[in-house]
């Protein structure tokens, strides 16, 4: 017989369809890297039929003999086309069966129809304790079974399917493995009990389980631990009671934990009583991928995670009633280096808790173990620690895309990080989420929530805080009030940033201390009195969008501001604060802001305190130059930096007094108001809504005569001719010739001696001369 034809299926087939979800997750923010694992490579000329090893599948018969010996047989197979080892065909039957021990080179096929069935608990292996005596009622029918103890059960159970430092494992077929777990499960709180792992691989190579069905183990199902490498899971089919059943609770029955390099599991549909998945320290490279995920804890990662877990992706997924949907758990006994997760393209319904990432799993503390209730408070009670080589770190988290609801009375998030050692660089891009209690941030650095929503009922916080650096930001101006809480204290200060965001705070002791705020495009709303203190920075992103603290009560000022210019920025007046009550306090210090500008703090509008931004002093006008012409001074300078207008002054004392002769935009005038001969002197400042700058240095001119012909006015009074000429041609000269009339002109004109200083003079009549001719002349 053929192997079965799931073996054959495109692996490019399955993985390409997660390329798209990769797709809208910006390429910026991916994380870390992944390579495709190796499939196992096994000579599919060797068929090996447990039938033929004396296998019956009646359901009653214990197969374990004739299955291992197939196994052997299948594995020390001959070599084809370079492959080596062969498949184990299971075919349609339930073949009950103990112990397996697997081997390299081997591919157990389940055809359909079969269920290869561990045996049941009472007839399962078991090492008991010494000196520990029980026993059992069994309904086979039923599967009920009741257990009476004289002490403490002690047991240890191998696991089912087991094998060490293997290299190409296949377990393959559209069978089932069914581990009959129930009667197991309730000793999973016994101490010192070890029940059996349905199928556990350590420090194996290219491992594949594709397209089976798993249930109800004793404990995990698949359990890949030590240095792996290349493993796929993936169309697998994985069922056991969840842990909140009333009846049958599964405990401790992990779908799907593999560690290592290398991990591709997709396209599986799981729900069991814990982990969908989880993986533990010295594992990078997995890919998760298109699954469908009921009952359960989730996709994890921990508990133990030393030395550390990086470059895990979890993208098109979804989950259902599952308890934790993205989990990341560990404490300071066991704890590494988490980094490079990146969640993309999921979706989650009636939920426990969506998103839990906290590093307090084990802390025995009643109050400290109920994730859906650590307020502000609780979590700066949570005890420092020095740090040690087990200290968890969290860093650079991604979840993009996201869409999830809690269930009712729970938290669709936490962030809980440690004091002596923050969560830090997690972004929340596009995730929309509901849940009944606030989202906690506690002891966390640079958590970025961009594009997302929290929806909580009337009189929730969507977010608390504690020791916290966060950023609240939107593309587009958002007008959805986002609610904040939190507390600081043990001198411990929270960080927002806001940008397109409309926020308000509850406790405004949340930016008590060394607490700063930062808002662009933004308004923040504190819904009682707020008194800063010198501790505290605010920073304001100025520009056509607002960015205003409304103050719903008593504003004490105080601290230090920063002025950042955003878009639109200009001079002007900006509202930095309004409120209701009284304003007290300094103002607080200017500290960074743009350059070029001058900056007026400004209260004397009730309600508000503003910020007038007005341009420097300008500069002293340079280069000024006076050019005289005939009845004009042609005046020009060079432009000073931030004028707005020139204010140009005149003397005519030689600098003594000034008058302002014009205010103008332009660096150049012509001054036509003169007068021939007197000397004009001039100087320029600059002018803007700030200042007036100095006066520049002063430039003179004398302008000359009009050039245009003018008549002599003439009066005669006894034997002499008043003549006079008008003010703006001073510095003409006045000629005269006397000739008989009835010769008429001649060119015999002689200038009257002193003429060109005087507007008007005499002249002297002599009867004696006939006529006499008088004119103007210039130059």
């Known amino acids: 017989m053929k192997p079965h034809p799931h ?243 599964g405990h401790n029955t992990d779908a799907c934990d593999v560690s290592g390099t290398n991990i591709l599991v997709q396209f599986n549909n799981i729900s069991v009583g814990d982990d969908d998945y989880t993986c533990g320290g010295g594992t990078s490279g997995m890919l998760i991928s298109n699954n469908v995920y009921g009952n359960g804890h989730g996709v994890s990662i921990g508990s133990f995670t030393s030395p550390s877990v990086s470059n895990m992706t979890v993208v098109n997924c979804t989950f259902t009633n599952t308890d934790a949907g993205l989990r990341i758990k560990t404490d300071r006994d066991r704890g590494g280096y988490v980094h490079d997760i990146l969640y993309g393209n999921l979706t989650m319904t009636n939920m426990v808790n969506p998103i839990l990432i906290y590093t307090e799993y084990t802390n025995t503390t009643s109050m400290y173990r109920a994730v859906d209730s650590i307020s502000p408070a609780i979590a700066a009670s949570y005890p420092t620690s020095s740090i040690s080589s087990t200290t968890p770190y969290y860093r650079n988290i991604l979840i993009s895309n996201l869409v999830a609801n809690a269930k009712s009375t729970r938290a669709a ?40 929503s929290h929806n909580v009922p009337v009189g929730i916080s969507q977010f608390s805080f504690y020791n916290a650096d966060v950023t609240f930001s939107n593309s587009v101006p958002s007008s959805s009030v986002v609610t904040l809480d939190g507390v600081t204290t043990n001198a411990r200060p929270n960080r927002f940033t806001f940008y397109n965001a409309l926020m308000t705070l509850k406790n405004t002791n949340a930016i008590a201390l060394n607490s700063s705020v930062s808002l662009g495009a933004s308004t923040f709303i504190i819904s009682n009195n707020l008194t800063l203190t010198a501790s505290n920075t605010l920073s304001f992103v100025l520009g056509s969008s607002p960015a205003t603290i409304v103050v719903k009560g008593n504003l004490a000022t105080g601290g230090t501001n920063n002025i950042l210019a955003g878009p639109g920025f200009a001079n002007g007046t900006y509202t930095l604060f309004t409120y209701t009550g009284t304003l007290s306090g300094p103002l607080p210090t200017l500290a960074a802001q743009p350059a070029g500008h001058v900056y007026t703090y400004d209260t004397s509008i009730p309600g508000q305190v503003n910020i007038i931004i007005g341009p420097l002093a300008p500069g002293i006008p340079a280069n000024l130059t006076a050019v005289a012409t005939n009845l004009l001074v042609n005046l020009q300078w060079f432009a000073a930096a931030d004028a707005v207008s020139y204010n140009l002054k005149r003397s005519t004392n030689n600098g003594v007094t000034y008058s302002l002769l014009a205010n103008l935009t332009a660096t150049n005038y012509s001054d036509s108001a003169v007068n021939p001969g007197t000397t004009y002197t001039y100087i320029v400042s600059a002018t803007n ?54 010769t008429g002109l001649g060119t015999n004109w002689t200038d009257w001696v002193g003429s060109t200083n005087i507007l008007q003079t005499n002249i002297n009549i002599d009867p004696a001369n006939a006529g006499v001719f008088l004119r103007l002349v210039y130059p």
């Open 7 to 249: 073996r054959r299926r495109s692996f490019c087939a399955a993985v390409c369809p997660l390329l798209l979800g990769l797709l809208l997750i910006p390429s910026a923010a991916r994380a870390g890297t992944f390579a495709v694992p190796a499939l196992p490579v096994i000579n599919t000329n060797n068929i090996v039929n447990i039938l033929n090893f004396g296998a019956v599948g009646d359901a009653v018969t214990t197969n374990t003999t004739a299955i291992q010996n197939a196994i052997n047989a299948a594995s020390a197979g001959g070599v084809t086309n370079g492959a080596s080892g062969g498949t184990v065909e299971f075919p349609a039957g339930v073949f009950m069966c103990g112990p397996l021990t697997l081997k390299s080179h081997v591919n157990l096929q389940l055809d359909g129809g079969c269920f290869l069935r561990m045996l049941a608990f009472t007839n399962y292996p078991k090492i008991l304790s010494t000196n520990v005596t029980t026993s059992f009622t069994t309904n086979t029918t039923t599967m009920v079974i009741t257990t009476n103890f004289t002490t403490n059960v002690l047991f240890t159970a191998q696991n089912f399917l087991s094998g060490s430092g293997l290299t190409d494992l296949e377990i393959s077929g559209p069978g089932w493995i069914q581990g009959q777990g129930e009667p197991w499960w309730p000793f999973a709180s016994v101490t010192g009990d070890t029940r059996p792992i349905m199928i556990s691989l350590s420090g194996c190579n290219r491992t594949l389980v594709q397209s089976v069905t798993l249930s109800n183990s004793p404990e995990f199902h698949i359990a890949f631990g030590g240095k792996n490498g290349n493993t796929t899971v993936q169309f697998v089919t994985i069922r056991a009671n969840p842990s909140e059943d009333p009846l049958n609770p």
């Open 413 to 452: 998030g936490l962030l809980w990080g440690l004091p002596e050692s923050s969560i830090s660089n997690v972004t929340l891009i596009n995730v929309h989420l509901a849940g009944s209690k606030t989202f906690g941030m506690y002891d966390v650095k640079n958590i970025q929530i961009i594009d997302s």
């Open 689 to 742: 809504s700030t200042a007036e700058s100095a006066n520049s240095v002063p430039a003179s001119a004398i302008p000359l005569p009009s050039l245009a012909p003018t008549p002599l006015q003439v009066q005669t009074g006894g034997n002499q001719l008043q003549l006079s000429w008008p003010a703006d041609h001073l510095g003409w000269r006045l000629q005269i010739q006397t000739n008989d009339p009835d």
